[in-house]
């Protein structure tokens, strides 16, 4: 039997990766669901099959016309996400639920796909002042990526209310505690 869906998606900055971070280190039934990308590694410390599986954009051509994916699309102009069916299959051949930090749109879809099975949690931060200073202090943006993404995350916000559940990232440790009680509530439905 498939086991259940929970969706985290938030626009970049919002906090979403910490969360789905402390909810898998505190829950053995869940499985990180692994994205495909097909942007660059982050640093050194992103691996392949662990934090994204990285291909090239020829190869994610072909497996979006082998069927291969749930669910992908271009965020940012060449560069692909998606979730492969398999990786799902993989973490349910384990026994686990599955647990997404995607992007809106891939959340939107991943919900859509899943029904009933998928909780679909939308992080979002107090203000778009907060979202800037959070990109600013990763120190991985230049001003105009700064200036991207936060355009986009502008665009995201008005996908929330689609969404089953809306977080408000504004202290951490309250947010995980309310995330853990989402999920503590939905996979015993």
Not at 21 to 49: P, V, W
Not at 101 to 114: I, M, Q, S, T
Not at 125 to 130: H, L, N
């Amino acid at each position: 039997m498939p086991g259940k869906a929970i969706i985290f998606s938030a626009p970049s900055g919002s906090g979403k990766t910490t969360i789905v971070k402390y909810l898998l280190a505190n829950n053995t039934d869940l499985g990180f669901s692994i994205s495909a990308s097909t942007r660059d590694k982050r640093g050194r410390t992103e691996q392949h099959g662990k934090d994204y599986y990285f291909l090239s954009p020829e190869e994610f051509r072909k497996k979006i016309e082998s069927n291969e994916f749930i669910e992908w699309e271009e965020v940012y102009e060449g560069n692909f996400y998606g979730t492969l069916k398999s990786e799902i299959e993989r973490l349910w051949a384990e026994g686990k639920n599955v647990i997404f930090d995607v992007d809106v749109k891939g959340g939107l879809n991943l919900k859509k796909y899943f029904g009933d099975n998928a909780l679909a949690i939308f992080v979002k931060v107090p203000s778009m002042e907060v979202l800037k200073e959070r990109l600013k202090d990763r120190g991985t943006e230049s001003e105009e990526s700064l200036s991207r993404r936060l355009f986009k995350a502008q665009f995201e916000m008005g996908f929330q209310d689609k969404f089953d559940v809306v977080l408000i990232n504004e202290d951490l440790a309250t947010s995980q505690a309310e995330a853990q009680r989402l999920y503590d509530a939905f996979k015993v439905k």
